[in-house]
């Protein structure tokens, strides 16, 4: 018997990204998802910071979801010398093979263009991982059930509920067994909503005593516009100007949803067949990947990975090397482009946006949530109006229109988040909001007050909880 839990969030914690949470339970040790830091160079700079607890003192990481802001710090934990298993549902396991994969060409690609160009401050520029390093990650990997409890050490045990944010996203519940005091805790993961076309909602776990619970959109609803109308009206826009519409997104995820909804756009004769690109070194394979997970998604049959055709749109091709990527550069609208990384923390949408900002014609389409002090948030606070971004050191004239569709997030909105804690069958004991900007996490805390009328915390980097 194990006597107090004890949780520290190690990340995503007054921001949305890194996200890390360490539960210590009588001296064992596990990490619940494992995040890159994204964003502005100050926050990126905290992926080579020494991880605040020793990776070999940590016995089992558990995952929420694939993503990289939950999953793009592991090759760093284990380099670091964590040797134990990194459980996840079936679907995660599937896309980090090729997320964190990708993620590594990334790093290594950006070095290789830092160097050459002598655009960094570190000489040389390193990656901060490396394929040998994602492949000593791949290893560790143990599958999560969708049904029933797991296993992990002695007195903690797992299990899952869909999230319905991307696929093999997951809530995780932890059981510990301890005398006395509270036994579950839940981990929301990032929260998606019942209004996409491909992924289905998200399920609240029946009860829990302590919860974690994300509040990316805690500040605010989005707006109730099906999303086809408005995706269809700036497909429109652009297209009346001859323009390229540049969409930041991540190759898994958003760009299957977006590359659905164009093709359903196409076959009502709402939008014209225009080419579509997707620019990403692993988009041939996410999805088919993507779609050989129907427990998560709501396609029906003919949609299986063997006939991906009945999925995109008439014109969509992929681009896979950097060299075609730089041609995919110079290509005149009209024109729809799909690159990451979504809030443009790095990588080919960077090179996109630098020939397409400077001129009127070319559309920015957000579709995912862009964090604070991200390039992202500053294109879409400022760009238009400030005229410039700042891309490898260069000022690039911002003329193209900027254009953000929030209910294309495949996060829930705070009327969601709402929803789903209106799901438990009980009021938890304690609350805990993490994974949001600080006026995000403190109005979300605010309206769990007024409608349910339970007590919230914000989640800190300072604080351990004793439970
Ligand atoms: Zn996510």
Partial sequence: MKHSIEIQFLGAAG?????????????????????????????????????????HRIEAVLLTHAHLDHSGFLPRLV???FSGPIFCSAGTADLLKILLVDSAKIQEED???????????????LALYTRDDVEDVLRKLKILPDQGWTAILPGLSCRVFRSGHIVGAKSLQLGFDIDGGPRLVTFSGDVGHDRMRTLRGPETPPETDILILESTYGDRPHERVDPLDALAAVVLETRAKGGVLVIPAFAVGRAQEILYMLRLLEDEGRI???????????????????????????????????????????????????????MACLQDGPLIVISAAGMLSGGRILHHLKSRLPYAKNTVLFAGYQAEGSKGRYLQDKGELDGSLRIHHEEVPVKAAIRTIPALSAHGDANDLIDWLKKLRRPPSRIFLNHGDPAASAALKARIKLELGWSAEVASETETIRI
């Fill in 15 to 55: 921001t949305v990204t890194g996200s890390r949470t360490l539960v210590t339970f009588g001296g064992s040790r596990v990490l619940v998802d494992c995040g890159l830091f994204q964003g502005p160079r100050s926050i990126r700079e905290r992926n080579w910071e020494a991880f605040p607890e020793d990776p």
């Fill in 79 to 81: 380099k670091g010398g």
């Fill in 111 to 125: 070095a290789d263009f830092a160097n050459r160009t002598q655009h960094s401050r570190h000489r040389p520029a």
């Fill in 272 to 326: 014209p067949r225009l080419p579509v690109i997707l620019d990403s070194p692993m988009s041939s394979k996410a999805t088919d990947l993507y779609l050989a997970h129907p427990e998560d998604h709501r396609l029906d049959a003919q949609f299986s990975k063997n006939t991906p055709e009945n999925f995109f749109p008439a014109g969509f091709g992929t681009v896979e090397s950097p060299d075609d990527s730089m």
